[in-house]
């Protein structure tokens, strides 16, 4: 599992609150990654992160927020949840030497 | 930006038959392509990659090819088992910052027995 881990597993908000997901990696992977999982979607990159305080958009960026303070830590902001935020969100980070992406567990968001 | 184009949508084969699934991308830069493998309520892993500069991978019963000319790269499993119903993801990774990865919108993969 490449020491990747997600908080909450499983969160249901209403509209218009804000929601922080969480990231942790134990493998001081440089780079990592904030996707959702729609039907019909695949894969699709929220921001991403190449540093300590160095993050960028992906192409679904609008509605969210990131931060990186800590090599370990990535945080996934919804400043106010809409119901198109409904997903499954992932988390991913690569080492600078390889080439693989690994994964987190998830996070199933319910935004009612 | 890429576009990575999977088809089919569901592949459905039985046992033993072989299964292919096909992506095609659009930026000639791109360089590296992996598959992942997700099982239901579970995370994406990596089951096999290739790089621009290889034209065919094989592990075990799967195996890669690239087609770098026509943009396009291929999954064969071949002895297909029930383990291998699960959805299948190809990827392509941009050249620019950060290695990012374009995901096709995945195979759902049946086999039956």
């Known amino acids: 599992d490449a020491g990747i881990t997600q908080s909450p597993r499983h969160k249901v908000t209403e509209t218009g609150t804000p929601v922080t997901l969480r990231c942790h990696q134990t493998e001081n992977h440089r780079y990592m990654y904030w996707y959702r999982q729609d039907p019909g979607h695949g894969l699709r990159l929220i921001h991403y992160s190449y540093g300590v305080k160095d993050t960028d958009k992906g192409e679904v960026s609008d509605g969210y927020s990131v931060s990186r303070s800590k090599t370990e830590d990535f945080l996934l902001t919804l400043e106010s949840a809409t119901s198109s935020q409904t997903s499954v969100y992932f988390c991913?980070?690569?080492?600078?030497?390889?080439?693989?992406?690994?994964f987190g567990p998830g996070t199933r968001l319910t935004v009612l | 930006g890429e576009n990575v184009e999977q088809h089919p949508s569901t592949l459905s084969v039985q046992e033993g038959d072989s299964a292919v699934i096909k992506c095609t991308y659009s930026?000639?830069?791109?360089?590296?392509f992996p598959w992942y493998k997700q099982e239901l309520g579970k995370r994406p892993q990596l089951i096999i990659d290739i790089r621009s500069n290889v034209g065919e991978k094989k592990d075990q019963r799967i195996a890669v090819t690239l087609n770098k000319t026509a943009k396009h790269f291929s999954l064969h499993i071949t002895e297909t088992q029930p383990e291998d119903s699960a959805v299948y993801f190809c990827a392509a990774r941009n050249t620019g910052t950060a290695s990012k990865l374009t995901f096709g919108t995945g195979t759902r993969l049946q086999v039956t027995l």
């Open positions: 991913a980070a690569q080492g600078t030497g390889g080439d693989t992406q690994y």
């Open positions: 930026d000639s830069a791109s360089n590296y």
